[in-house]
Every structure is written in structure tokens, then in C-alpha cells.
């Protein structure tokens, strides 16, 4: 599923590239076109500018035609002859109605401006055309304002447009890999759920397996021995117990999942809740060579919690201790208010839990992946349980861990 997607997610990203190059040499081929017409255009205005020039210098006084030439080749005396009123009247009339939105301009054979109908400034220079007659090597040019020049609404034009582009793309390759994670995702949590069924059904196996095995070994009549007999009923009774609160954790890991697990708050006390928790634990921990240290406080206020939820979430702490306590057989649990907050602690000298892996370890199904926990029974869903308890009430779960160095466990809960 994952290499699949993983080519797909390519497949996308390539396209997506192959369409960004393909639509900024398309942008780009379109704003060289732009410009040409642009410059076609303005080059075809010039000419019709020069002409009509050409008609008009043919009407005026060679003297003045005279007196303009001169002032090309002395431009100390262009500014005088600009400024009288025959040189100024034909300027006018020849370049005053040349296209609103452009500037004419008459350029000396030096390609200098020597009058325009109003400031050129940093206005952009379209195109130019030669005078063929009276003021021959003079030319006639036109300038766009600064601001409206048609280049510069190709340029915006072609800049939006590559935007969009872009904005496309972004999206395109965003979505892709938001698709690509979420089905590596999806894939995962199928994966995950694969494997809590595989471990559910092992876990409710082996109990099942041993509690038949026992009670056909009683039933057959093969234990004379009282002391044998009572051996058999203790762990037929405590595979019983594992049994109840694996199906426990599926139940209500089942009404979580659908919305329905409710909790029946009232004042209890706490110390009954951590007795009866550590209880079907007893003959487990006699048997492993546990040192148990059991701290209540005194004088604990009573805290409104639903007793049986927080029992439950204590047993999967204390089993999870039992379960990983690797050659530490210690296991303390602890009861006691701080900073106005009940805080219950279960810490055992177990393999420990990498840094890495601390907030990944409540989600559901999640199994801390190394050999030394893949080899060990797990539905995977008991700290999500106990983390969905803790905040169900308010509070919150919190842990404290090494690899190789134990872990402490805290379910901490409001007290009013």
C-alpha cells in the first residue's frame, strides 16, 4: 500500500511540474507575442504620425524648416527656436493629436527629444519612425506614460497569471501529500487494528486455554492433593480475572471508539480503589518474586470519580508494571494530593520506554516497537483506556521513563 502510494504521490508531483513548466514557457511565449504586437502596433502609429508630419512640414515656411536644422547642429540655439510662435504653432499642429495615451515626440538626428506635447519623464519609449522629407535623419517617436504602458499590462498580466500558477500547484502537490499521508495513515491504523485483533485473540486464547486444561485436569480426578487442588483453583480464578479485564478493555475501548462510554461520578474513597485494584494482582506478583510497596497517604480527602473506571485504569497501569518489569521485580504504587490534585503512581524498575515514544504510547493500538515488547502479550489499547479515564475526570495521565531505567505512571485527578 505504502510503495503504491508513494508512486502515485510522484506521479502527481511530476505531472504538476511537467504543467508548471509547460504553462510559464506558454506564459512567456504569450508575453514575447504580447510585446510584438505592442510593438507592431506603436511602430505602425509612428509611421502614420511621420506622414501626416510630412503633409504639414510641406505647407510651412523653409525659413522655419531652416532655422529647426540649424538648431540640431547648435543645441545652445534649439531652446530659442523651440520658443517662437511659427516653430511652436507647426510642432503643435503637427504632434498635438497624436493618440491620447501616448506621447509624441520629435527626436533630432541625434535621437534626442527636442519637443514633446507634455513631459516625457520616465515614460517608456514604444517605437520610432525617419522623416523622409523636410527634416530628413529627424525622427518621430512615441512614448506611453509611466503606469499605462502596454508592456507593463502584459508584465501584470503574465506575474497574475504565473500566480495562479503557482497557487495551483501549491494546492495540487499540498492535497497530494495530504492524501498520501492520510492513506499511510489509514494504512497504519489498519495495520495497528490487524494486529489488535491478532493479540486480542491470543490474549483471550491463552487464558482459555489454561483455565480448560485445569478444570479437565480437577474434573478427571488427577489431583488427589488438597494443597495441588487449591493451586489449580487459584490460577483457573486468576486466568478467570485476566480474562474479565481483557474483555473489559475491548468493552470499553468498543463504546469509546462509538461515543457511548459514560462515567457515574460520586465521592469515593481512595484507598479502597487501590486495594481492590492490586487484589486479583496478589498471588501474580507472590509468584514473580515482586517487592510490593503500597503508599497511601493519610487522612486522603474523598474524590468524586467513578471508582470502578479509575480501579480499571490502575489495573492496566499495574499490569503493564507486571507485564515489562523485565529482572526489576519491583512495583510501588503510590496515592497522594498535591497541589490540589489526587495523584495516583504506579512505578516499577521494568525495560523503561525510549523518550521518543512517550506521547506515542496512549494512542490506541500503538505498541512501543522494540523486541523486548513485541515478544509480550498486548491488545494495545489499555493506557488509551487509561488516558480516556483521566481526562473523562478532568484530569490527565503522565509519565516518567528510561529505557532500561523503570517508568512512573500518574493518573492525576481534580479533588474539590
Known amino acids: 500500500m505504502s510503495r503504491w502510494s508513494g508512486w502515485a504521490l510522484g506521479a502527481v508531483i511530476a505531472a504538476a511540474a511537467v504543467l508548471a513548466a509547460l504553462g510559464w514557457v506558454s506564459l512567456r511565449q504569450w508575453e514575447r507575442s504580447a510585446q510584438l504586437v505592442v510593438r507592431e502596433q506603436a511602430r505602425d502609429m509612428a509611421a502614420m504620425a511621420a506622414e501626416k508630419i510630412e503633409m504639414v512640414l510641406r505647407d510651412v515656411p523653409d525659413d522655419v524648416i531652416a532655422r529647426l536644422r540649424r538648431a540640431a547642429e547648435r543645441p ?88 495562479a500558477l503557482g497557487v495551483l500547484l501549491v494546492v495540487i502537490v499540498a492535497g497530494s501529500v495530504i492524501t498520501y499521508r492520510l492513506m499511510r ?86 484507598e479502597p480503589v487501590v486495594r481492590e485494584s492490586l487484589e486479583p494482582f496478589a498471588w501474580q506478583l507472590a509468584q514473580g518474586g515482586f517487592a510490593v510497596d503500597v503508599d497511601v497517604a493519610p487522612n486522603l480527602p ?23 518489569s523485565g529482572d526489576g521485580k519491583r512495583l510501588e504504587v503510590t496515592a497522594a494530593v498535591t497541589d490540589g490534585a489526587l ?34 502479550r498486548g491488545s494495545g489499547v489499555g493506557l488509551a483506556l487509561v488516558r480516556h479515564v483521566a481526562q473523562a475526570h478532568g484530569g490527565r495521565v503522565t509519565v516518567e521513563s528510561r529505557s532500561g531505567h523503570g517508568s512512573r505512571f500518574t493518573l492525576v485527578l481534580p479533588v474539590e
Open 76 to 163: 545652445e540655439e534649439l531652446e530659442s527656436v523651440l520658443a517662437e510662435p511659427a516653430v511652436r504653432e507647426v510642432l503643435e499642429r503637427t504632434l498635438g493629436g497624436v493618440e491620447a495615451t501616448s506621447i509624441a515626440a520629435l527626436l533630432d538626428p541625434a535621437d534626442r527629444p527636442v519637443y514633446a506635447r507634455e513631459p516625457l519623464g520616465a515614460a517608456e519609449r514604444l517605437a520610432s519612425a525617419r522623416l523622409r522629407a523636410g527634416l530628413p535623419d529627424w525622427k518621430i517617436a512615441l512614448y506611453q506614460p509611466e503606469g499605462v504602458s502596454p508592456y507593463g499590462a502584459v508584465r501584470r498580466q503574465v506575474m497574475l497569471f504565473s500566480c
Open 185 to 270: 495513515r489509514e494504512s497504519e491504523i489498519t495495520r495497528l487494528k490487524a494486529d489488535f485483533v491478532a493479540n486480542v485473540s491470543h490474549d483471550l486464547k491463552t487464558p482459555l486455554s489454561v483455565i480448560r486444561m485445569y478444570g479437565e485436569t480437577l474434573e478427571m480426578g488427577r489431583v488427589s492433593d488438597a494443597a495441588q487442588r487449591d493451586a489449580y483453583y487459584r490460577v483457573i480464578t486468576r486466568e478467570s480475572e485476566r480474562l474479565s479485564r481483557l474483555i473489559d478493555n475491548v468493552l470499553d475501548f468498543s463504546r469509546i471508539e462509538g461515543g457511548r462510554r459514560t462515567y457515574e461520578r460520586a465521592l469515593s474513597a481512595v
Open 302 to 324: 474523598d474524590v468524586r470519580m467513578d471508582a470502578a473506571a479509575v480501579g480499571q485504569a490502575l489495573s492496566n497501569l499495574i499490569d503493564n508494571a507486571i507485564k515489562y
Open 343 to 376: 495523584h495516583l503512581a504506579v512505578t516499577d524498575d521494568g525495560i523503561g520506554i525510549p523518550a521518543g515514544e512517550h506521547t506515542r504510547i496512549f494512542e490506541k493500538f500503538y505498541r512501543v516497537g522494540h523486541s523486548e515488547t513485541q515478544g509480550r
